[in-house]
């Protein structure tokens, strides 16, 4: 069956350091994959996309990558700073044609002063 | 703002009242979308609208009625609710496939 799987343990890490969160799917083959940022109460808002011929994207501090062979994609914050604590979902895309995507439940992480 | 408008943002009804939930864009986007995201589980899509056609009905419920007047608004129409059907409801928007979705800031739905 498909599946997309983020770890839904927290990431409890020190500020300034590094945050991973990874996404791993399964029976999936996703034109795209994007990441998005929700905050309690709040929707998502969307921070990046990359593509299935794209091995690495980067926005100021974030930097994503996407393995089609491993079928996993990493989510790098670095310097991360306690505002970033946050919810953050993985969502992918079939080449399908439709607007259907389908997202991940999510790695809350959190940023220690 | 995402410029994705959702109203009420909270919402208590009962299981025999009859309400709507309202979303509205004007980002020019041609998609929207109904989400629904309970509690430690991930966004359900429910409905998809393209060029106002509903174009993705992912086995909702007919207790959830969507409607789509024009490319700016989309309604969540709900009668007959159960509690397990309290969550948050997400509207979101788009220009065609490949895309970042605007999320609205949801309804939060409580059925008593």
């Known amino acids: 069956s498909q599946k997309i799987e983020q770890n839904s343990e927290a990431l409890n890490i020190q500020e300034g350091k590094t945050a991973t969160l990874t996404c791993n799917y399964t029976?999936?083959?996703?034109?795209?994959l994007q990441w998005y940022r929700q905050d309690p109460g709040r929707g998502p808002v969307f921070l990046l996309l990359?593509?299935?011929?794209?091995k690495e994207k980067r926005k100021e501090r974030l930097k994503v990558t996407f393995d089609t062979t491993l079928k996993q994609s990493l989510f790098h914050i670095t310097a991360s700073q306690p505002a970033d604590s946050a919810t953050y979902l993985c969502?992918?895309?079939?080449?399908?044609?439709?607007?259907?995507?389908?997202f991940g439940a999510g790695t809350r992480l959190f940023v220690k002063a | 703002e995402t410029g994705v408008t959702q109203t009420p943002r909270h919402l208590v009804m009962g299981m025999t009242n009859k309400k709507s939930l309202k979303c509205e864009q004007h980002?020019?986007?041609?998609?929207m979308y109904w989400y629904k995201q309970s509690a430690k589980k991930p966004l359900e899509l429910m409905f998809v609208?393209?060029?106002?056609?509903?174009?993705e009905n992912n086995s909702v419920p007919s207790r959830f009625s969507p409607e789509c007047p024009n490319s700016s608004h989309l309604f969540l129409h709900l009668h007959t609710l159960q509690p397990e059907d309290s969550a948050l409801y997400l509207c979101?928007?788009?220009?065609?496939?490949?895309?970042?979705?605007?999320f609205g800031q949801g309804t939060r739905l409580t059925v008593v």
């Open positions: 609208y393209s060029l106002e056609e509903r174009v």
């Open positions: 029976n999936y083959s996703p034109a795209y």
């Open positions: 980002l020019g986007h041609n998609a």
């Open positions: 990359i593509r299935e011929n794209e």
């Open positions: 979101a928007s788009s220009q065609n496939r490949a895309t970042e979705a605007f």
């Open positions: 969502a992918l895309d079939t080449d399908t044609g439709g607007f259907k995507t389908i």
